[in-house]
Structures are given as C-alpha cells and as structure tokens.
C-alpha cells in the first residue's frame, strides 16, 4: 500500500474505534468502564515505548534539534491539557462545551500524527497508529460520558462524541497529508521530535494517570503486553 493509503486506512479504523466505544458505553456502561482500563494500558505501553525506542532516534537522524521538539510537543499537551481542566471547573453545561472543545483539538492532532509518523517510515506510523487507535476507544467511552455529565441528551451526546472525536482525526490527517509531503528531511525530523513529546505526554501524564485512577487486575499486565507488542513489532518490522 502506499503511505496515503496506510494513513488513510489508520485514519479511518480510528475513527470507527471511537465511535464503537461511544455506542457501547450509550448502552452498557458498567461494562465498558471495566474495559476500557485494560485498553488505556495497552495503548500507554505502545505509546510511551514506540517515541522512545523507535520515533525519537529517527527524529534526531534527521535533525540534532529534535529534542527541542520533543519537548514542545511534551509543553504543548501539558499546558493546553491545564488550560482545559482550569475551564472546567464551571458547571455542568460549561464542563461539557470544554470536553467538546479539548476532546475535538486532540483528536484532529491525533489525524496529524497518523500523516506525520507513516511520512517517517511504515513501521513508526504502524507503531503510533496501533496505540492511538486501541486507545480511541476509551476516548470514545469518556467523550460521551463527558457530555452526558455535561447535561447533554443521549441523542445529542451521541451525535457530539461522534462529531468532535472520531470524525475529526480523519479529517486532521487529509489536511496534513499534502503539507507534510511537502516539508524537508530536517523540518520533518522537527515535526517528528514534536509528535514524541506528544504520545509520551498521552501515554505518561494521560493514559497511565487515568488507568490507575480506576485499577484494576490484570491491568499492569496490560501495560506489560503493550510494551512487548511493541518491541516484538520493531523487531519484526527491523
């Protein structure tokens, strides 16, 4: 296949993850909370092991300044994750417009990261699209259950969650898709750095935190296959 194809096809799997999460927690809520720790954990040991071993040391191959980058990406997150919880701490009707808002920019950059890693190589767009897809469905689960909170109708909460986070990731990877192909070696090493900062954040100060906050058994094992999925890929993939 070719690159546009493989994100596209990330892309759009994506998409139907989140919106099979969003379905499933509208009609059996008890059971996708239970299933969704074991999700977050996987997807936070793909996300925090393919930037580390894999995405990063291609960044620097491209530019010595990726570190920068990286830790851009890392600021980024971590400050427009605070912006959004300082947000909401308004009521219930303001606490649902801000998950709408926060939940809608992430999930178009996750679109950007699909275009960015598969311009990189196969194997570290596979890597990154493997974790971000798994962990769509818990986003899918939280997103509804956000705007349920937030006072929101079941139909309309349905319609949102679908809306804002799974439609926007296709749509943030075709519109990066004829930019990125664009840029050199060097700025596509920078923009690389920046997508590691942002799946580590993901993974270390998002995924983790929230699995933790609702562990249960078996979840640290979770985290563990996700790791060894990884490293097993790489070196298939190597």
């Not at 767009?125 to 349920?148: P, Q």
């Not at 519109?175 to 923009?191: E, R, V």
């Amino acid at each position: 296949m070719t690159t546009f194809l493989w994100i596209l096809v990330f892309a759009i799997i994506s998409a139907i993850f989140n919106s099979v999460g969003i379905l499933v927690v509208s009609q059996n809520k008890k059971w996708t909370d239970r299933l969704k720790n074991y999700f977050m954990c996987f997807a936070a040991g793909v996300l925090i092991t393919s930037p580390l071993i894999l995405a990063l040391p291609q960044a620097f191959a491209k530019n010595k300044y990726a570190g920068f980058s990286a830790l851009a990406g890392f600021l980024f997150m971590f400050f427009s994750n605070r912006l959004i919880k300082e947000r909401a701490k308004h009521k219930d009707l303001a606490f649902g417009f801000t998950a709408i808002e926060g939940i809608g920019i992430h999930s178009f950059v996750d679109g950007i990261i699909y275009t960015v890693t598969f311009s990189i190589s196969i194997l570290t767009g596979f890597l990154s699209g493997v974790g971000l897809v798994i962990h769509e469905f818990a986003e899918g689960v939280i997103t509804y259950s956000f705007l349920i909170k937030g006072g929101f109708k079941k139909k309309k909460a349905l319609f949102y969650a679908f809306l804002v986070a799974a439609l926007t990731t296709p749509i943030g990877a075709l519109i990066a898709y004829p930019i990125i192909n664009k840029l050199s070696d060097s700025f596509l090493g920078l923009m690389l750095g920046f997508v590691a900062g942002v799946l580590i954040f993901v993974s270390a100060s998002h995924l983790l935190p929230e699995a933790r906050e609702h562990d249960q058994k078996h979840s640290a094992l979770s985290f563990l296959v996700g790791i060894a999925f990884s490293v097993l890929m790489m070196f298939i993939g190597g």
